[in-house]
């Protein structure tokens, strides 16, 4: 077994018998739309979370800086570090977060997809990042995530793999025929680093026209959730972070999705998931974008 997997697995049993991590229990139920078996959570304690947000924002607490000692897993690199969410949904949903504060509506670096790299290598999962409110980030902190696949008996999975055998397996940006939202997505090589996962991200921002040459450091121009496996990378351009007060981040777009209640989860069978993606995400005419090469 590998070290980062003993820390999480250490950190967990300390954070549970300490009383600091809140993990949610949720009901849930499939909605195959379009093939795909989208995992629907219905989370009723959801205010729970949110109220103990609110009151950190309100009293201006970065729950990251100081972080709780509870929750520390361990250092990743000099910039980085690795933490339990206090909330989550999943065990071991890990938390990669910037040691010292840097603002989640900047872009991300290399040294933030080194650390990244760094966990995926040892913990096969989805990878994700909420690039500010409107894409579904609670916390101004720089934070990256990671949920592994399998934990304790249990298994999280990624529905839209379902689909993605229409991915082409060449290392440039692409698009899914069925993905009815702005986005690209780029199959993985199968000894990534940090530093390809870096240019496979700069190739999206440049595929969608976030940016049409070198990245200069410092605040993104658009919001957008970027989810990573060992296999690809998929960027998706937001426009608002909710749609009837059903909220979406990078999860979603992965498949899993998430309401507050029974009437929310009825909606959501009424339009269907890809059109609350569809609703969320920017639109445009990707026809008309050119397909940019890798390098
Ligand atoms: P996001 O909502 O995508 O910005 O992710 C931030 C995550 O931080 C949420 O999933 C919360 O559950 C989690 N969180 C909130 N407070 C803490 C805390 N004190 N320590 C660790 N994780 C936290």
Same mark, same amino acid.
């Given at each position: 077994?590998?070290?980062?997997?003993?820390?999480?697995? !250490? &950190?967990?049993? !300390?954070?549970?018998?300490?009383?600091?991590? @809140?993990?949610?229990?949720?009901?849930?139920? $499939?909605?195959?739309? @379009?093939?795909?078996?989208?995992? $629907? %959570?219905?989370?009723?304690?959801?205010?729970?979370?949110?109220?103990?947000?609110?009151?950190?924002?309100?009293?201006?607490?970065? +729950?990251?800086?100081?972080?709780?000692?509870?929750?520390?897993?361990?250092?990743? &690199?000099? !910039?980085?570090?690795?933490?339990?969410?206090?909330?989550?949904?999943?065990?071991? !949903?890990?938390?990669?977060?910037? %040691?010292?504060?840097?603002?989640?509506? #900047?872009?991300?670096?290399?040294?933030?997809?080194?650390?990244?790299? @760094?966990?995926?290598?040892?913990?096969? /999962?989805?990878?994700?990042?909420?690039?500010?409110?409107?894409?579904?980030?609670?916390?101004?902190?720089?934070?990256?995530?990671?949920?592994?696949?399998?934990?304790? *008996?249990?298994?999280?999975?990624?529905?839209?793999?379902?689909?993605?055998?229409?991915?082409?397996?060449?290392?440039?940006?692409?698009?899914?025929?069925?993905?009815?939202?702005? @986005?690209?997505?780029?199959?993985?090589?199968?000894?990534?680093?940090?530093?390809?996962?870096?240019?496979?991200?700069?190739?999206?921002?440049?595929?969608?026209?976030?940016?049409? /040459?070198?990245?200069? +450091?410092?605040?993104?121009?658009?919001?957008?959730?970027?989810? $990573? #496996?060992? %296999?690809?990378?998929?960027? $998706?351009? %937001?426009?608002?972070?909710?749609?009837?007060?059903?909220?979406?981040?990078?999860? /979603?777009?992965? *498949?899993?999705?998430?309401?507050?209640?029974?009437?929310?989860?009825?909606?959501?069978?009424?339009?269907?998931?890809?059109?609350?993606?569809?609703?969320?995400?920017?639109?445009?005419?990707?026809?008309?974008?050119?397909?940019?090469?890798?390098?």
């Amino acid at each position: 077994m590998n070290e980062l997997l003993t820390k999480i697995q !250490h &950190t967990t049993r !300390h954070a549970k018998q300490a009383g600091a991590l @809140h993990s949610l229990t949720t009901a849930q139920e $499939v909605i195959v739309d @379009h093939g795909i078996p989208f995992v $629907v %959570r219905i989370l009723e304690q959801l205010d729970r979370k949110e109220n103990y947000q609110a009151k950190q924002e309100k009293a201006k607490v970065n +729950p990251f800086l100081p972080y709780e000692q509870d929750l520390f897993v361990c250092d990743l &690199t000099p !910039h980085h570090v690795c933490l339990l969410n206090k909330f989550n949904v999943v065990d071991h !949903h890990i938390l990669i977060i910037t %040691r010292e504060f840097q603002p989640q509506e #900047t872009w991300l670096m290399e040294a933030d997809f080194t650390a990244l790299a @760094h966990c995926l290598q040892r913990l096969d /999962g989805l990878a994700f990042y909420n690039a500010g409110a409107i894409a579904g980030a609670s916390q101004p902190h720089k934070h990256l995530q990671l949920i592994p696949f399998q934990s304790n *008996g249990e298994t999280f999975s990624v529905p839209i793999d379902q689909v993605l055998s229409q991915l082409n397996d060449r290392m440039q940006p692409q698009q899914i025929p069925l993905f009815p939202f702005m @986005h690209g997505i780029i199959p993985l090589p199968q000894d990534y680093d940090g530093k390809i996962l870096f240019d496979c991200y700069l190739a999206l921002l440049r595929f969608l026209r976030f940016i049409d /040459g070198p990245l200069n +450091p410092g605040w993104q121009t658009q919001a957008y959730n970027l989810l $990573v #496996t060992r %296999r690809w990378m998929l960027l $998706v351009q %937001r426009a608002q972070d909710q749609y009837e007060k059903i909220p979406v981040n990078s999860l /979603g777009f992965a *498949g899993a999705l998430l309401v507050r209640n029974q009437m929310q989860l009825s909606l959501l069978k009424k339009l269907t998931p890809l059109q609350l993606l569809a609703s969320v995400a920017a639109q445009g005419d990707l026809s008309q974008r050119a397909i940019a090469p890798f390098e």
